[in-house]
């Protein structure tokens, strides 16, 4: 029988956050799998545990999850951990994850602190909808899609960033996004947390003398409905109901229909449309 992969929350910074039931399987599996041993033998000595350690990390991610998976095969269980937070969240504990499914591995999470849920509810945005974008891509290409996605995303925006790379980041959020409320948080759980709700456009003229410290989560509003109906409006006013009618008439639309749409789209009553294309006054 196969053993069980066990997804292990730990702390993101206050390690009152360490959950009993973490604690207890951490040290009754096998094998702990850490992103970095180093940084997690601290942990693991805060807690009395003492459970062989090896090390999955984003760079040996593939080949390891192999070595992992032949292991839960053979009746090993075995619990991730990451650095901070929640295991295969921006991590490459995904890979594990999906090798085990597909391997028939039994996978259960036991669940605690995750970065960007704690933001998230810090942020005084909206908290209905939302998505999570992790790190901005280091590809100029991709990012600049992942960047042109956002800038018409209407749920809210959760990204992680790097202290020296946090300015940059602003400022390209700025230039595709606009201005926008942003909330940035750091050092969440811990002595010197700060959550700081302002302005894509206030962050950075207070980082232009001010120096970033420590992980930051930023939480960005998304595009407003009404501003999206706004420019959906101006971009049909700048063709002819003709035009109009011709589009949603090559989507498969039969007349009466697109007529309706075109009305809905440009804000005005069906006769109008219909008046129109008819030649009436």
């Not at 499914?101 to 669940?111: A, D, K, N």
């Not at 991709?142 to 990204?159: D, G």
């Not at 790097?162 to 940059?168: M, T």
């Not at 509003?221 to 008439?249: D, L, V």
Request: proline share 4%; net charge negative.
């Amino acid at each position: 029988m196969a053993g069980t992969l066990f997804l292990c929350a730990t702390p993101i910074g206050n390690l009152g956050d360490m959950t009993p039931r973490v604690i207890e399987t951490l040290r009754s599996v096998d094998v702990i799998a850490a992103e970095d041993t180093r940084n997690s033998i601290k942990l693991l000595n805060h807690f009395d545990i003492h459970t062989a350690m090896t090390s999955y990390h984003e760079y040996n991610k593939v080949e390891k999850a192999g070595q992992l998976v032949t292991q839960l095969l053979a009746g090993q269980d075995i619990a991730l951990i990451t650095d901070a937070g929640t295991p295969a969240i921006s991590d490459p504990g995904e890979v594990l994850v999906r090798m085990c499914h597909e391997s028939g591995v039994p996978v259960t999470s036991l669940p605690g602190a995750a970065a960007c849920i704690t933001a998230l509810t810090l942020s005084g945005l909206s908290t209905r909808r939302f998505c999570f974008e992790g790190f901005l891509p280091a590809d100029k290409r991709e990012k600049k899609r992942v960047l042109e996605e956002l800038a018409e995303e209407s749920r809210t925006i959760i990204l992680y960033e790097a202290p020296h790379h946090l300015v940059r980041t602003l400022n390209e959020l700025y230039e595709a996004l606009g201005q926008r409320k942003i909330t940035l948080c750091r050092e969440l759980t811990k002595k010197f947390e700060t959550i700081v709700p302002t302005t894509l456009e206030e962050a950075l003229e207070y980082y232009r003398t001010e120096e970033p410290r420590g992980e930051y989560v930023l939480v960005l509003e998304g595009k407003s409905f009404a501003e999206k109906r706004q420019e959906e409006i101006a971009s049909w006013e700048n063709r002819s109901i003709e035009e109009h009618m011709a589009y949603y008439e090559a989507q498969g639309m039969d007349n009466k229909t697109a007529m309706k749409q075109v009305a809905r789209d440009r804000g005005v009553g069906k006769r109008e449309i219909y008046a129109y294309l008819h030649g009436e006054n």
